[in-house]
């Protein structure tokens, strides 16, 4: 008794279902290679001297955030939430700043820090 495959009715295929798939496959896709594109600039951006190690350090957070935000707002899927995670998301990175503000401002010579 073999079971004849065309007996079975295929279930019905959503066209639209399937286009927003794609959609979305294609996004995370793009959200990839930009991660890729990302690490290679701060590989290529470590072997640079920019002139001063300030200015490194500034560079290397820019790239870092760009590649925390890709992650954050595309994979976490914060890109599409509401104002609360809005505004938690503002204050961390204000707070985020001016930690990375004191920092540099502390490793500069003639800071209070350096005198003894």
């Known amino acids: 008794m073999s079971r004849n495959p065309s007996s079975t009715p295929a279930p019905p295929v959503d ?4 286009e ?5 496959v294609r996004r995370y896709v793009i959200v990839g290679v930009a991660l890729a594109i990302g690490t290679g600039l701060t590989v290529w951006a470590s072997l640079i001297d920019f002139g001063s190690r300030e200015i490194n350090i500034v560079a290397a957070l820019v790239i870092a955030s760009t590649k925390a935000f890709l992650v954050a707002g595309f ?3 914060l890109i599409s939430e509401k104002k609360m995670i809005y505004a938690v998301l503002i ?3 204000f707070f985020f ?5 004191l920092t540099l401002c502390s ?3 003639g800071n209070m820090v350096h005198i003894r």
Do not use: W
Request: charged letters at 15%; hydrophobic letters at 45%; glycine letters at 4%.
């Open 15 to 18: 066209e639209r279902a399937i």
């Open 20 to 24: 927003e798939m794609r959609h979305h």
């Open 75 to 77: 994979f976490m899927h």
């Open 91 to 93: 204050a961390t990175a």
């Open 97 to 101: 700043s001016g930690l990375m503000y």
């Open 107 to 109: 490793m500069s010579h």
